[in-house]
């Protein structure tokens, strides 16, 4: 609901963005009582209009139809007007609605090693599903793939690391962390307010979900705990320009599934690449992956796995959790 990745890249202001769709969704109840039968979006630039979130759940009745249409064509139309002609529109639009509602996770994983460590986990995970248009080339299977090639990496060295290294590539990201959120509920029960036997398992999350720019760092997600660990983990790949800790949090994404539990779930800082411009549009394909960064990120992420696959400890949860815990709401 809304497009999970809309938002990425500063701390989220949960209220605000309710009051936010509380706005929205009154104006969509305005124009549907008033019988629009289109809402005309101008979205973008450079002529590539960036596809919106909806809240359209299935047993709503049907939106109204939203078309984004390209500044020039936009313009032209407001000079007819302006020029005294009558402009109309003719639209098809023919849309589906299924009775679909299954998310699916994909896993892997490799076991662990250790008898006392191997029943913990290190989760590496992307988001499988992507948005209109586009094939989702940089949002997101840019992470899918960094996420699979980090695995093999360690896999074909023949690694066996203590905890469990496990891969997840998530379903319904887009439509709200859907896929994350009902794994992080088989770590914590919102209603009986108590942690479950995965919670104190969960040695580490790592995420990605910027595009396929170079890993420059990590957001710590205002923990503090977790900066030591991440900067012993970090020197030997500094030449890498792997430098950044950044104490600010980034939302919109599968980490906040845990990181509102208090675990240690963080998102990686990416260089930007064309990743604003082109997410959620036609020009969000292949051709927008650059390779040899997403080789250097796969290798960050085997190395960084590794490291808190066999470290002695692990992170601790933020201070005041798992009481703290609140389940996210989308």
Known sequence: AGGASARRGATV???QYAAMRELRNAASKMLKDEGALCV???SGTFNVPSANGVAYKVGDPEPTPELLMPIEDHGRMVRMIQGGEKVEMELDIRNKFTDNQKINNVYAEIPGSDPKLKDEVVLLGGHFDSWHGGTGGADNAAGCAVMIEALRIIK???IKPRRTIRVALWGGEEQGLYGSRGYAKNLYDFNTKKALPGYDKFALY???????????????EQ???AKTFFKNWMEPIEDLGFKVLSPNSTGSTDHEAFNT?????????QDALEYRRTYHTIMDTYERLTME??????CITAWLALCAANDNNKIPVKPGYPGLAK???Y
């Open 13 to 15: 202001n949960m209220s």
């Open 40 to 42: 005309i979006t101008g």
């Open 156 to 158: 074909d060295l023949g």
């Open 206 to 220: 790592l995420n990605m979900d910027n595009g396929s720019g170079r890993f420059r760092g990590i957001y710590l």
């Open 223 to 225: 923990n503090d705990m």
């Open 261 to 269: 539990l208090g675990l240690p779930a963080y998102q990686f800082i």
């Open 293 to 298: 960064d997403l080789k250097i990120d796969a």
């Open 327 to 329: 389940e996210l709401r």
